[in-house]
Every structure is written in C-alpha cells, then in structure tokens.
C-alpha cells in the first residue's frame, strides 16, 4: 500500500456522510442528544465523587469512598480529566483545575514512576491542557503556544523521565524515580509499547520548546525496535533495553505491544512522517499474514508464526480505530463487529477472551471500564455514519451504569459473569472511556471541526493559526492540535538558520585568517572541506540537528525476576497464580 500524504482526521471527516439516526432493538433510534446528557451525568458523578473523596490522591477507590495513589502521587485523575472538561463544554471548572494543578503539582519527588504511564497520562494530559487553554479562557502569557505554565509542567515531567532512555540501546526503563533516576537494581525488561509510545508526546514537546532531546530519545527508540523485529516481521512482548534481546516472544497488537503500533500512525500523521507510516504499513502485512484468522487476530510465535495464544484481549480493541485511520474501513468493521458480540455477550470487553470457546479466559474476566472499543465506535462512526456503532455508544451507557454505577462513583467490574465488582476507578474512565462516549454522541463537538472555524493566535513570534481540527488523541485520548507544533517549529527552524549563518561566518573568518598568515600567492582561496570542517556535509547536518551527546552508563545487571504478570515467557502462558 503506498503511503499517500494523510489528511488530518477531522478534515477527512467533513467529507464523509453522517447519519444521525442509530435504530435500537425495537427500530427506534437513540436520541444523540439524551445520551450526551447521560455521559455527561456519568462524568460528573465520577469526578465529583473524586474531589469529594480522593483529591489529591491519584485515583479514587469507589467502594470505599477514599483515594490512594497509584501511578506516582500527581492527583492523576484531575490531570487526566482536564481536557474532558472542555471537551463537555466546563470552561470553569477547568480554569480552576489548571489554577490547582499549578499549585499543588510537584515532580521533584522521592516516587519510582512508570515511564510509560507518567508519559500518556501526566506529560500528555499537560500538553492537551497547555495547547486547549485559550479556548478555555485561560489568560495565556506572550508566547503561548510556544510558552506557558502547564506547558513548563509538562517539560518538567517529559525531563525526569529522561534518565530512562540512558541504555546501550536507547531503548527505556520501566520505571524511573523521579529524584534519583534509575534505580541500579531496577529490571532492564520492557514491553514493546513502553518503549515505543512516546513519539506523539516527545515531538509535540520538543516542537513547542525547541528542545529535539525529547523527539531524538523517541525516534531513537522506535528505530530500535523497528531493527529488533524478526524476520518474519513480527516483534514480541518484552524486551531486554540493555541487550536488545527479546525475553517474551509472542507477537499481537494488544497488551504490552499496543500502542507502538498506534504512535507510529499518530505518529505519521501529527509530524506528516512518511518513515513512521512505512514501517508500520510493513509491520501491518506481517500482523496480516500471521496473527489474523477470520477477522480475529491471536498471538504468534515472534520467529515462527505459530499460535501460541487464541485469545482475543480487550485492549486489542483499538485496532479497528487505527484501521479507520490509514482508510482500511473494510477491515476495520467486520473486526469491531466481532468485538461487539463479546461486549453484547458480557456487557462489557472482558480483559481476555478465549476465540474457539466462545468464552472468558480464568482470572482474566474483568473489565476495568476500558475505552478501547468505544474509541474505535468513534472513529468509525465519524468515517461511515454506520447506526451500528451507535448502538453500540448505548450499550456501553447501559451496562457502564446497571454494572458499575456506585454510590461514590464507577467501580471497576472484577467478573463479568456475575458482575463483582473491585475497589478502583481508574483514571482513564474520565480521560478516555467517557470522552469518546461523549464524542461519539456530539458530531459538532469542536474535537471534529473541520476547519472551517479556527483561531488567528499573534505571537510575538508572527501569526499562528490553532484550532482548525485534525486533532491527534495520544493513547491516553488527551488531543493534540498539530497546527501548535508548526507554529512553535517554524520559530525554531528560524533560530537554527540565524546560528548556522553565525557559524559558518565565523568558521570562513578563522579560515581566511589563517590563510592570510600562510601566503597571499597560492591561488583563489576556496572554503576547506574533508572532516572535521562545516563544509563537511556530515557535520553541517550534524550542526544543524543539534543532537544532544549520549550519556554512557555501565551495564546494569539484569536480576532475577518472576513473570507472574506477563504475557508469555518462550511460550509459556498464565503463569499468574494470584
């Protein structure tokens, strides 16, 4: 398939006919407007249960009616809710957030942080928040969107994360501490999404402050993992970041392997990079050829191709969004068709789903209010107008409220056969299962404009045009306006031009320099050339890019550890015992 320039999304969607009806079960059709009353109700009853019961804890407990921190003590839900405020239209609301959130926020913490979630949730979250801010109104500083305090938030977040990347690889860390940096006994095993899911976020963030550390650290870990896949054009669960050796062998596209594939799409159309698309195209023919079976796709052996699980997990669910998103619609409806007679089975995805049993797999039977299924209805809708993917925005409504529905907010449902429930509202219900609820009942929500309304920014820096549409959800939902990161960029691409003249002016002054010393009677001076000098087209590229020097750290050993919690160790699968 040829990669062809992407159009934004929400563009691409204003061309696409929407049909506003969706029939129920007995032929009438859900209200678009009686559901976006429902959501809204749902959010609100989440996230006012959080304030009253769990800020400034991370996430709220539901059961209990109290908080605990989770992912690193940053009252997570507030940040994660942020942008979903706005979304839902409270511009109030989030201008105080952001005024608690600058108060009472601090990263220079003794915490060891997950990288991965730190980044979709925390540096992501910011981000959205910072590049939303005008439309909230929020009085922006001079400079905006190049400058701003939830924007130095999220710089200083992405910065504690850096340590990170440090290896002989440049493939990350798990964890990180947010005061020391790594750990010296901290597992140099990895999932392929925690080291391939940065990209979105990174380059947002060096385009917006002019720093390329961030955007150099991502793509350096995504090309290493592109050179890691085997030659069947597969990669595997975990990795080694020290080694580059593959520790667990099993190829998907659900958990712990996800949103690599996600980013280099996002990844392709935020930065309009024809390499990220290329590769995930190639990785696309290989999940194709060995992972899909009748419009399910199971897990194979990285090497061989042979089956090693027949699962269907409910993370997977993303795919037919990201189908929609390379136009690949075919596909990606009769894969959500098949997804939806798990949830129609259930009322709701549970975590892993046995395909030829037509069942849940043991201790994998929950379902913790995933978005990844809804999402994919959002995409889809907004491509075909499909009443179908309505119905399935009510299901969700439905079941999310009879099942989970407490007094102090929504409980994750532990067992969907006899809808138990557990103590744990995770963060990204607000972030990410209610907004695209929300999204899919709102076609004239601002989220799907189609650039025929956008915002004249000046900045000291010239005119910057924002909020045109085409914005791109990092894995966390939180929306990036990509039209910032041409604004901010093309500041910087200014400043570097103003520095290579500068240096190259001074190179050809010592040069002429020390010619006039030598002799004035050997010829025409020419500029020199060969390593080592400007003219050298190695290093004008170089001095053009800037990259940051490498850090080279010791070989950490690797201790011992138990996968209790993986996927698959060689091929051996559920080895959990709690």
Known sequence: MPFRLLVPFGLLCALLPLHHGAPGPDGTAPDPAHYRARVK?????????????????????????????????????????????????????????????????????????????????????????????????????????????????????????????????????????????????????????????????????????????????????????????SDIGLVGNHIDVLTGKWVAQDAGIGAGVD???????????????????????????????????????????????????????????????????????????????????????FGGLPEFYNIPQGYTVEKREGYPLRPELIESAMYLYRATGDPTLLELGRDAVESIEKISKVECGFATIKDLRDHKLDNRMESFFLAETVKYLYLLFDPTNFIHNNGSTFDAVITPYGECILGAGGYIFNTEAHPIDPAALHCCRRLKEEQWEVEDLMREFYSLKRNRSRFQKKTMSSGPWEPPTGPGTLSSPENYDRAREKKPTKQKIPLLSCPSQPFTSKLALLGQVFLDSS
């Open 41 to 229: 109700a749902m959010f609100y009853h989440a996230y006012d249960s959080y304030l009253e019961n769990a800020f400034p804890y991370d996430e709220l407990r539901p059961l209990t009616c109290d908080g605990h921190d989770t992912w690193g003590s940053f009252s997570l839900t507030l940040i994660d809710a942020l942008d979903t405020l706005l979304i839902l239209g409270n511009v109030s609301e989030f201008q105080r957030v952001v005024e608690v959130l600058q108060d009472n926020v601090d990263f220079d913490i003794d915490v060891n942080a997950s990288v991965f979630e730190t980044n979709i949730r925390v540096v992501g979250g910011l981000l959205s928040a910072h590049l939303l801010s005008k439309r909230a109104g929020v009085e922006v500083e001079a400079g905006w969107p190049c400058s701003g305090p939830l924007l130095r938030m999220a710089e200083e977040a992405a910065r504690k994360l850096l340590p990170a990347f440090q290896t002989p690889t440049g493939m990350p860390y798990g964890t990180v501490n947010l005061l020391h940096g790594v750990n010296p006994g901290e597992t140099p095993v990895t999932c392929t999404a925690g080291i391939g899911t940065f990209i979105v976020e990174f380059a947002t963030l060096s385009s917006l402050t002019g720093d390329p550390v961030f955007e150099d650290v991502a793509r350096v870990a995504l090309m290493r993992l592109w050179e890691s896949r």
């Open 259 to 345: 949103s690599y594939f996600e980013y280099l799409v996002k990844g392709a159309i935020l930065l309009q990079d024809k390499k990220l698309m290329a590769m995930f195209l190639e990785y696309n023919k290989a999940i194709r050829n060995y992972t899909r079976f009748d419009d399910w796709y199971l897990w194979v052996q990285m090497y061989k191709g042979t089956v090693s699980m027949p699962v269907f997990q409910s993370l997977e669910a993303y795919w037919p969004g990201l189908q929609t998103l390379i136009g690949d619609i075919d596909n990606a409806m009769r894969t959500f068709l098949n997804y939806y007679t798990v949830w129609k089975q």
